[in-house]
């Protein structure tokens, strides 16, 4: 196999794998749009973010019909930006609160059982701090 025909099967291989993911995506905004009362439960059952079912949405109902103006080089962020989409920020926990909730579960078992190994982990996680 030469560079070239390497190369060749690299791109299209590469086209194929970003072109189903994009037809996926949208035949997930076209049922999501359908059925948009219950975006929650869904986001739930495939365990994703609710923003990642509307965002398929938004960009089905930009791009019905996406051969129009899709091109191999284009990916799925490449149609969320040009569809001017915001990503929903998602609230993360800092790692101070986790490690807090932690020590927290840790004092109340430590109160309920003075098992060593619970006693361990407790002072592995003070040291954390």
């Known amino acids: 196999m030469t560079n070239e025909e390497f190369l060749d099967f690299y791109t299209e291989g590469s086209f194929a794998v970003r072109d189903a993911e994009v037809q996926f995506k ?7 749009l359908a ?12 365990k994703k973010h609710i923003g990642f079912l509307k965002e398929c949405i938004e960009v ?4 019905p019909e996406l051969e129009k ?11 969320v930006k040009m569809a001017g989409i915001e990503k929903e920020k998602r609230p993360r926990k800092l790692l101070k609160k986790i490690i807090e909730e932690r020590m927290k579960m ?11 190994e619970i006693y ?10």
Do not use: C
């Not at 089905?60 to 791009?63: A, D, F, P, S």
């Open 26 to 32: 949208l035949q997930l905004g076209e049922m999501m």
């Open 35 to 46: 059925n948009e009362s219950n975006l929650e439960n869904y986001a739930k059952v495939i």
């Open 60 to 63: 089905y109902k930009q791009w």
């Open 69 to 79: 103006s899709y091109t191999k080089n284009m990916s799925w962020s490449d149609l």
């Open 106 to 116: 840790h004092e109340a078992m430590l109160l309920e059982n003075s098992d060593p």
């Open 120 to 129: 361990g982990r407790f002072r592995e996680d003070v040291e954390l701090l």
